[in-house]
Structure formats: C-alpha cells, structure tokens
C-alpha cells in the first residue's frame, strides 16, 4: 500500500471529487484521516501500490493537489528512548524494538494529521512538519516516489 | 551498627566485606554483573553459586526526576552584588543563600517558552559545555553595591556546580491512566480519554531500591552513578516510604564532570519541564540474602494501576499490575486491553549498569560502607491542612428530569414550576443522555420546533462528585455554561450543579 495525501482548496471542497476517482477507477483506497472545512482540506489515503500512478493523475487531472506525506519527522539525537509516543500511536507505527531503542516506521505513520505523538516527546525529538501553503492547486511538480 | 554487625554475623560464615570487594577490585579481578545478568545467573545457577561468583551486581535507572537540581557558585562580581533574582537563559533560579550562590530547580521554566525550556535544560546545558546568560537583580547594599548584572558563564567558570537531587531513583511507580472524556496533560505525560493508554515510570527489576529492598548496603556515603559521573547517596529522599515499597534517595555529584547524555532537560505538555537523571548504585553482594534480593524479576513487582483523571490526593484505581506486564507493552483493566508504554528510558537504564560495570571492572570506581543506612520505617504523611475546600457532592442538588419522548410543552412548564433552568434528559436507567435548557425552549418556541431532540445538547460537560468544586466551576467558565449535570462511572445522573451554587460558596 502507498500513502497519498490529498489537498483540496476552497473551490473543490463541495464537489464529491474523491468519491469521482474512486468509483471511476474502482480503486479501493482507505481514507485514514480527513480534516475539512469550508476553506479547504487534507485527506491521507492508502491505495494499492499498483493504482498508485492512476489515482494520482486522476487527482491532477481534476485539479487537485496530491503528494507523499512524509511529514512526521524524529531526530535520534535528541531521542533517548524513553518510548512515551509508543502506545499513543494509533497506527502503531512506533515501537520498541529487544534492545528496548525506539523504532519509528515511516511507512505506517499518518502523518502530521495525526501529530499525537509530538507534544508528548519529552525530548522533543519528534516534529510535525505542515506541508507548505494549501493553495497550489494544478501543482503537478510533486514527484511521486 | 547493625549493618557491620549484619555482615560478620551470618552463621556459615558466607559473607563478604567491602573491603575485600575493594581489594579485589583494585587488583583487577572482582567479578561484577548487571542487575539483568544476575538474575539470569541465578535462574541457571542458583543463589549458593550466584554468591559465591559474584562480588558486586550494578543496578540503573533513567526517568524523570522531577526534585532535581543544581548547586552553583558564581564567585563575586566587581563590584559585588548580594543577588535578590537571578535567570539562567531566562529560568528563574532560587537565591536560597548569600550573594552568589543559586539553586537550580529542574522544573523552573522560562517565561518565553514555558513547558518547552527549564531548570533542567539549564543544567543539561551547562554539563554540555554551553554558555549560559545570567542576568541578575539586587537591591544593592553597603558592602554589595551592585543592583544588576547581565553576563555569560560556563560550567568552567563556577566554583562549584553540584546536582543535588532531594528525590531520585523511585523504588517504583504508579501505572496512570485516564477515564475521563478528554485528554489530560500530566507529569505522568499525555493520558488520551477512556483509558486509551497508560503510562508507567520505573526501571522495575533493575532499579537499585528494588535490589536491595531492605537497603543493607545503601545510606549515607554510598557512592552510586550519578548523571554520567559518581556521585553519593546522602540520605534518604524526600516523600521516602519504606513500608510500601517507595523508597526514594537523595543525591549530590560534581556535575561538571557528568554528561549531558545520562541528565536531559525534559518538556511536558501543559504540566511542565523536569530533568532526565541516569542513577545506578552498585550493590555488594555481601551475603547470600543479597544475592537472592538481586535476583528480583519483574513479574515480582507490582504497582497500582492510577486514574488520573480524578484530580485527588487518593485517586481511584484499577487494581494492580506488574513490571513484567508494563514492559510487555500492554495490559488489561476490566477485561480491556490497553496499550501501556514508559516515561522512563530502559535502554538508558541498561546503560547506567552496563557503564557502572565497566568501571568497577576498570578499577576506577570502588565501593564505600554508608555511614547510616537508609530508614526502613519511615511514614510519608499527607500535608496538615486546617481549612476544608469544597467538593462537587457538598454543593450538589437533586437534578430535574425528563426523558427523550416528552413534548417541549411538558418541559417548558417543568421549567416553570420548579423554577430552573436546566433540564437533564435521562434514559429509563436514570443514565445521561443530553440537557435543555430555558434557553433552548425558548429557541424551539421561536423557530416553531417542536421535538425534544431537535433542541437538546447531546454533548453535554458533566462534573464528578469527588471533584473539587474549584476544578468544576472552571469547567463551566472555560466551556461557558452555567451548569454541569453529576454524574458517576456509568453516566447515571447523580445531581446538578449550576454556577449560582458555586458562586454562592466559592463568592464568585
């Protein structure tokens, strides 16, 4: 599975435009978070690796902003794994590993989203990274990896 | 007395001195083992061989250390200055001497980033070599003229830069949790609602008090890791209780030759900033006994499972756990899995007996006999309080009622009637399911409503009995109401309170 995050502005908020792609392309993604409002919104998604150039055309077709999140970040300098953020991560995507280190898997990760782990580092060690401006719509620069 | 006495007394004559375990260590050969590694030897080998092996077992532990700080002297300013308010880095320090001696405390914060920057930053700082701005106030006198101050120093510069730490090294602690609706923001760190996680502190088999539950070889003078460097035990800790298993030390070291790896400033959300303290004592194995004591498993120790969501002195639990159940990474609280993770570093832990080890092993760290151990039959005691505050239930009265399917008529005149201004909506088993206020009908007259669900707050803030009413009333004020419906664990409606109650006792 391959995360997408989904950016749509002030205009396209009322239009079903993810509903669209979905039955259009009959991709089965998974909707893990979605904040909306009236001024625009974020959607993190799963969809299998192979739909994953479709999908994100059939957003930029439609104007829509799409990208890879990577937006949680830890510095293991600052870490000194005490594992606070361990059970608070609702996609269990941190852990402690036999040597009792903290092991931060970025694939599992929401993103900054979610965030629920950031103010709970005692060592600061984690930030959210907000990705730049909500208003590059058509923006097709992004280069998926 | 007792404890010299304790190690020449033992009938088979299996004991062992400090002062052979020096020698021995000193001449390269005393054999040392992590608190982890003993406990495995025992489990292959057995006590009897276990103390005939092993000198000295190294325990460690790595938390938040909330009564931590750091003793610095200044030296004299020219001219002097008998300083009144002092700031490290925009911390307030405490002038509790003369002129140019300052505490630290590890959980002053500084007023431009509070929560994020503290006393306990300061000293990491310091350790590491940074430079530090003090700025410094004084009313001045005849023999200290100064009235201000504003320089930088390092660690070099002080004369003496001790951690003095009047609480450390928890024997061990409560398990937290939270069953309130919201999330709560506590030392214990962030507790999500509905007992979504938990979160425990501790070293559990590897802490040093829990090694040596009786405290045979630790008191006064037993010189421990400290911060990375050595330091000693000088008494016991503040809030020590023996009795239960809650026996704390109180520490000082030379904190300029610590390291800022084994002590770190540390940031809570919306409670506080605190210092991370790596401590380790060495434990000589002087009987048998001691070789069975470090032998402790996790599975042997047990802590309280706490909800903290109950802002109390007692809080209520729900039963108990052990270590080994903590560090499985959940638990289980009324047949429900929750997931469990530390404020502690394990890892950090190991390391302070691992690093402890190899300089027993180096021969450049040797033994000492406390001079006065630390007591076992202390009382940690409540604080004397003369005036009562009070609570939820003392101001709390009967609730007027009504359910879902009643007409608005029928709760208009209710209104009326008993002449209030709040009505809790009840399910059959009396449980909560919104409220109406006078408010709210008088909206459904108006928009020409006329269905009790269309007009009533399902989400309704409700307040404990056992609460303190202060903590209540800030509630109404924060969410800007004027009435909180009682209610117990099961969302039964005990009563209602309404900011008229609370102004009459609280005057506001």
Redesign the interface.
């Known amino acids: 599975m391959k995360r997408i995050l989904i950016r749509v502005n002030e205009e396209q908020v009322s239009e079903p435009i993810v509903a669209e792609v979905i039955i259009e392309y009959r991709i089965p993604a998974a909707i893990l978070s979605a904040h909306i409002n009236s001024k625009g919104g974020e959607i993190i998604a799963e969809v299998p690796d192979e739909s994953l150039d479709t999908i994100v055309n059939a957003f930029r077709k439609r104007g829509v902003t799409v990208t890879v999140p990577k937006l949680i970040e830890v510095d293991s300098e600052k870490c000194f794994n005490c594992g606070s953020c361990v059970a608070l991560c609702p996609v269990e995507a941190i852990s402690l590993d036999k040597d009792c280190t903290v092991q931060f898997d970025k694939e599992k990760c929401v993103g900054s989203a979610c965030s629920i782990c950031v103010d709970a580092c005692p060592a600061r060690a984690i930030k959210s990274i907000k990705p730049n401006g909500a208003n590059h719509a058509g923006n097709n620069k992004v280069k998926i990896s | 007395m007792a404890l010299r006495e304790g190690y020449f007394l033992s009938k088979e004559g299996k004991t062992r001195t400090i002062e052979e375990i020096n020698k021995k260590i000193r001449k390269g050969d005393a054999q040392v083992l992590t608190a982890e590694e003993m406990k495995k030897l025992v489990e292959s080998s057995g006590v009897e061989v276990a103390f005939k092996e092993v000198d000295v077992v190294t325990t460690g532990t790595?938390?938040?250390m909330c009564s931590s700080g750091a003793l610095v002297n200044l030296g004299h300013s020219d001219p002097p200055i008998k300083i009144d308010q002092a700031w490290l880095n925009g911390v307030k320090v405490c002038h509790p001497g003369a002129a140019v001696d300052l505490f630290i405390g590890a959980t002053n914060m500084t007023e431009k980033q509070p929560y994020?920057y503290g006393g306990g930053h300061v000293i990491q700082d310091l350790v590491a070599g940074k430079e530090v701005e003090l700025r410094a106030m004084a009313y001045g006198t005849d023999c200290y003229p100064r009235t201000s101050i504003k320089t930088t120093i390092t660690k070099d510069d002080l004369n003496q830069f001790y951690l003095l730490n009047f609480r450390n090294c928890y024997q061990r602690y409560n398990c937290a949790v939270n069953s309130s609706d919201e999330i709560i923001y506590t030392y214990m760190?962030?507790l999500?609602p509905r007992l979504r996680?938990?979160?425990f502190s501790g070293a559990g088999e590897l802490n040093p008090l829990m090694n040596d539950p009786d405290y045979e070889t630790m008191g006064l003078g037993t010189r421990i890791f400290l911060g990375g460097g050595q330091g000693y035990i000088i008494g016991e800790g503040t809030q020590h209780s023996p009795k239960n298993l809650n026996g704390t030390l109180m520490v000082k070291g030379d904190a300029k030759k610590m390291s800022p790896e084994f002590l770190?400033g540390?940031?809570?959300?919306k409670y506080g900033t605190?210092m991370?303290v790596g401590l380790g004592v060495p434990i000589p194995i002087l009987n048998e006994g001691l070789a069975k004591k470090t032998a402790i498993r996790d599975s042997e120790i047990f802590t309280d499972i706490v909800d903290y969501s109950v802002p109390r002195r007692d809080r209520p639990k729900f039963g108990q756990v052990s270590y080994k159940e903590l560090k499985s990474?959940?638990i289980t609280i009324n047949g429900k899995k929750v997931?469990?993770?530390?404020?502690?570093?394990?890892?950090?832990a190991?390391k302070v007996a691992k690093t402890l080890k190899s300089w027993i092993e180096e021969g450049t760290f040797t033994l000492t006999s406390p001079i006065e151990r630390l007591p076992n039959n202390t009382v940690f005691k409540p604080m004397r309080q003369t005036e009562e505050i009070p609570f939820v239930v003392s101001v709390m009265h009967p609730a007027v009622t009504c359910t879902e399917n009643e007409a608005i008529r029928a709760i208009a005149e209710r209104i009326v009637t008993k002449s209030v201004n709040h009505i809790v909506v009840v399910d059959e088993d009396g449980k909560l399911r919104g409220i109406v206020t006078s408010w709210d009908i008088t909206r459904a007259m108006a928009e020409g409503k006329k269905a009790l669900a269309d007009i009533e707050s399902r989400n309704v803030i409700t307040a404990k009995p056992d609460e303190p009413l202060e903590i209540a009333s800030k509630r109404m004020a924060q969410h800007n109401i004027s009435a909180l419906p009682v209610i117990d664990i099961e969302r039964k409606v005990l009563g209602i309170i309404t900011s008229e109650d609370v102004s009459k006792l609280l005057g506001r």
């Open positions: 790595f938390g938040a994020e760190n962030k999500l996680n938990a979160t770190q540390a940031s809570f959300s605190s991370y990474g959940s997931r469990v993770s530390s404020l502690s570093s394990l890892k950090m190991k």
